[in-house]
């Protein structure tokens, strides 16, 4: 190799090198806004359904149904609050 090549590939590499350094914009967060959206929409449309089926025909859902739905979301937001939190703090402990 000639000199002016080796010092290209060094331009080369320290310029491959500085971009890795770099840190990239990551989103964050996503994940656990799209959860929370999709659960608040699950409970105001089976709320919705609910109150339609109450409404239309005088009747309304096995109550286990509703307290089994209600507990599925509860349990999932507060799993998702958890993470957060725990996340939360072992960040500031760093």
């Avoid at 080369?12 to 929370?36: A, C, H, M, N, W």
């Avoid at 409404?55 to 799993?79: C, D, K, N, R, Y």
Wanted: with cysteine.
């Amino acid at each position: 190799m000639e000199q002016n090549e080796m010092d290209r590939l060094a331009a080369d590499l320290r310029e491959y090198l500085d971009r890795q350094s770099t840190p990239r914009k990551i989103k964050r967060g996503i994940f656990g806004k799209v959860v929370v959206l999709l659960c608040i929409l699950l409970a105001v449309g089976y709320t919705g359904a609910c109150l339609l089926m109450q409404w239309a025909h005088g009747t309304s859902p096995e109550p286990q149904l509703t307290i089994a739905f209600f507990g599925f979301i509860t349990v999932e937001l507060w799993s998702l609050a958890k993470i957060k939190r725990d996340k939360n703090k072992k960040d500031g402990e760093k």
